[in-house]
């Protein structure tokens, strides 16, 4: 299938970039963000959450020059860790500057003026269908940075995270790292805990929950209806990461689901730019069972090797 890479009006987004081999697309907001808005079959559901209604918001009074607000907006979008605020928060609501490629695009925003980092997002697609995000970031600033590259993919409400569990042998040492935030509860009903796999249903519970994993597998997924989304990642052994040395993060609330992915932590020296990848597939007519066992055997249909 040939890769088409035009300009198109999306829903509340306005002009965005469409790339699609014409069974699957991926929408790129350039009015704002970025974000990877849409990804999913052509004519199908979006597999992201789209707020487009800008109902969930932070309030930031030290960016005035781009806005002293936040938006989650939805879709996929890069960021920094550690979290903090202001930082991780700066606004991103003006336009991005953006350039297509022969299988799709790159997405860069005005630079982070009091963060003094410059973030891009590079997205192409191949015949299959699978997408490959190249997220960087730039060090504009006279001191060294630390951070991690932090990419986000906020999951339509309704589905299921899948979040394979470590199996390597240890002997009498450890072999997991489970990071909780403080709101998180380790009763609640969303959360299955399998030997297998930790799986996260997005619906409401009694509160927000967050995890974080020395995720060696390098791959999570999300099941919505009968469409399978599943994001690769690198993990490095011995990697020293942010949050207690987790490579991979989930969150729900009432609203939607995050996939997270990290890089290890680097120090950015000045002019110095730090990238981490991820790729993408979805699948359709998917079923999969709720006993664990099965549910292994099936999910490595879908898993490459």
Avoid at 196 to 225: C, H, M, V
């Amino acid at each position: 299938m040939a890769i088409t890479v035009r300009t198109i009006s999306y829903g509340a987004w306005g002009k965005c970039v469409e790339i699609s081999n014409g069974i699957v697309d991926a929408v790129a907001t350039i009015e704002l963000g970025p974000r990877i808005i849409r990804y999913g079959f052509t004519g199908g559901p979006n597999l992201f959450k789209e707020d487009t209604e800008r109902s969930i918001q932070v309030p930031v009074d030290r960016y005035s020059e781009s806005g002293d607000t936040w938006y989650i907006y939805g879709g996929h979008r890069l960021w920094t860790s550690p979290e903090g605020n202001p930082r991780s928060y700066y606004p991103d609501n003006v336009p991005v500057t953006w350039t297509a490629t022969e299988k799709g695009v790159i997405l860069t925003p005005p630079p982070e003026k009091w963060n003094q980092l410059q973030k891009q997002m590079e997205l192409t697609m191949d015949e299959s269908g699978e997408v490959t995000v190249i997220h960087r970031i730039t060090n504009l600033g006279a001191w060294s940075a630390e951070l991690s590259v932090w990419a986000l993919s906020v999951m339509a409400q309704g589905g299921q995270a899948f979040v394979p569990q470590v199996k390597r042998e240890t002997g009498l040492l450890g072999n997991r790292i489970l990071a909780l935030w403080p709101y998180s509860r380790m009763d609640d009903p969303r959360v299955t805990w399998g030997n297998d796999f930790i799986r996260i249903r997005q619906d409401s519970g009694p509160s927000a929950f967050k995890i974080g994993t020395n995720n060696e597998n390098g791959w999570a997924a999300y099941l919505n209806g009968d469409c399978l989304f599943v994001k690769y990642f690198e993990h490095h052994m011995g990697g020293r990461y942010p949050d207690y040395g987790v490579s991979f993060e989930a969150y729900v609330n009432d609203h939607f689901l995050e996939l997270e992915s990290l890089s290890e932590l680097t120090v950015l020296e000045p002019g110095a730019t730090v990238t981490h990848r991820e790729t993408w597939h979805v699948f359709r007519n998917v079923v999969l069972p709720e006993e664990e066992k099965a549910l292994g055997v099936e999910l490595q249909h879908f898993l490459r090797g």
